[in-house]
């Protein structure tokens, strides 16, 4: 079993910067790719970063230039540097890892840290 812990969330002024952390603890897991998506009230689940275990990085475009995911591959930590931050970044962001058990492909999820940003 795995578990995420993440971290860094918090309400944050238009234009100002927050780090998001989320750490993953336990065993019989290998993690392939880390990454983090976000869950704004009345909108989809979106995809904002990923990154792979030789730190190859995906954004989506709404997140491009402003925030950049990174990974500590020897904590088992993945981070999302958010700058520029806009209104509309305001949600409830989530990391997950994907990786292989024995007994196949898993993803697993954090429990999700809200970011507000205020106009």
């Known amino acids: 079993q795995v578990q995420l812990v993440e971290s860094g969330g918090g309400l944050v002024q238009a234009g100002g910067s927050l780090r998001l952390s989320c750490a993953a603890s336990g065993s019989g897991f290998s993690i392939n790719v880390m990454g983090w998506y976000r869950h704004a009230p009345g909108k989809q689940r979106e995809f904002v970063a990923s990154t792979t275990k030789s730190s190859t990085t995906a954004y989506a475009d709404s997140v491009k230039g402003r925030f950049t995911v990174s990974r500590d591959n020897a904590k088992n930590t993945v981070y999302l540097q958010a700058n520029s931050l806009k209104p509309e970044d305001t949600a409830v962001y989530y990391c997950?890892?994907?990786?292989?058990?024995?007994?196949?492909?898993?993803?697993?999820w954090g429990q999700g840290t809200q970011v507000t940003v205020s106009s």
């Open positions: 997950y890892v994907n990786g292989q058990t024995g007994l196949g492909p898993r993803s697993y």
